[in-house]
């Protein structure tokens, strides 16, 4: 089976079998989008009104700035692949709960198996708190990171970014996230020469 096939049949399991109470609310699931042969994975918070709406993520004002930054390194949005945190989206836009993250996490862990990634890209504190809970994404934010995660039975290369939506009208978190995003090429280079 392919990487695509593969994430599939992944998606229509756990649309299935989630128990996320987010389900309730949400108008569908938001499946990870883009290039399931990609190098590099980003990984989001939660899809927002558009993207419910869509059923893609990052379609509304957080995603034009992302694939701003991506021509920025010379990539297009289908170069990359892209998925949250949390399938469904949370009401208002409230931050996911815990119990929530619990629930989509085995979605997510198998959907990055099946891509196997030189690189994950967290876009934010939600998506770095699920590999490194005790850190702060203001202190780590554009630093490379190699990891064993054991859920992927190998070393992992890890970028955490402040999140799009949050830089999007702070002018200096904003000109961080530019500038850290312009890292990526060289941490792919970096992580070949590992
Ligand atoms: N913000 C996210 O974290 N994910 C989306 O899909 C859209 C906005």
């Not at 992302?66 to 469904?88: Q, S, W």
């Not at 709960?97 to 198996?113: R, S, V």
């Not at 809970?133 to 890890?158: N, T």
């Amino acid at each position: 089976m392919t990487k695509r096939e593969q994430l599939d049949e992944l998606n229509n399991y756990w649309r299935e079998n989630c128990v996320c109470e987010l389900k309730k609310t949400a108008t569908q699931a938001v499946f990870g989008n883009g290039n399931a042969e990609s190098e590099i994975v980003f990984i989001g918070e939660a899809p927002g009104k558009n993207e419910d709406l869509k059923g893609v993520p990052f379609v509304g004002a957080a995603g034009k700035f992302l694939e701003e930054m991506l021509t920025g390194i010379g990539k297009k949005r289908e170069d990359i692949y892209i998925t949250n945190i949390v399938k469904y989206r949370p009401p208002n836009n409230r931050d996911p709960e815990p119990q929530e993250k619990e629930d989509c996490n085995l979605w997510l862990i198998n959907e990055l198996k099946i891509i196997s990634p030189k690189l994950i890209v967290f876009l934010g504190r939600h998506a770095m708190t699920r590999f490194f809970p005790k850190e702060k994404i203001s202190k780590i934010h554009g630093k490379l990171l190699i990891k064993d995660i054991p859920e992927f039975g190998k070393k992992q290369a890890l970028l955490p970014l402040y999140h799009p939506a949050a830089a999007l009208y702070n002018g200096g978190m904003r000109e961080t996230l530019i500038k850290d995003f312009k890292k990526i090429p060289k941490a792919l280079e970096k992580i070949k020469s590992i």
